[in-house]
């Protein structure tokens, strides 16, 4: 089971963490995803953590805002958003990969077995 949190209202410029908590099969991941969908649009890969060494992914447009960390020994994982834009309003979603294939195709929804149910972020002025 995976849990998301921290997604809300916040004004362009501004900072949200998101998390996401790992429970049952889903805490034994090789890595976790972090995606989201806006409304209209395909589900796009955000970001990514490998739980062994910690490698990280970013698509090209959060590099620089976005921060993506562990606590492994909590099995959360954190999504910093900084100087949020926009159109970074999108519902988003961590997901787990148990298989391994993340470690090939870290922003590729495909190498996911566990979903989270999603957590809203809206970017407003």
């Known amino acids: 089971r995976l849990v998301e949190s921290g997604g809300g209202l916040v004004q362009p410029g501004g900072s949200l963490r998101l998390s996401c908590a790992a429970s049952?099969?889903?805490?034994?991941?090789?890595?976790i995803g972090w995606f989201r969908q806006a409304p209209g649009k395909e589900r796009e890969g955000v970001s990514y953590?490998?739980?062994?060494?910690?490698?990280?992914v970013y698509v090209n447009s959060v590099k620089g805002r976005f921060t993506i960390s562990r606590d492994n020994a909590k099995n959360t994982v954190y999504l910093q958003m900084n100087s949020l834009k926009v159109e970074d309003t999108a519902v988003y979603y961590c997901?787990?990969?148990?298989?391994?294939?993340?470690?090939?195709?870290?922003?590729?929804?495909?190498?996911?077995?566990?979903w989270g149910l999603g957590t809203q972020v809206t970017v407003s002025a």
């Open positions: 997901a787990a990969d148990v298989g391994g294939s993340s470690t090939v195709y870290p922003l590729d929804s495909r190498a996911y077995d566990y």
């Open positions: 049952g099969s889903s805490s034994d991941y090789y890595g």
């Open positions: 953590i490998d739980r062994r060494d910690g490698r990280t």
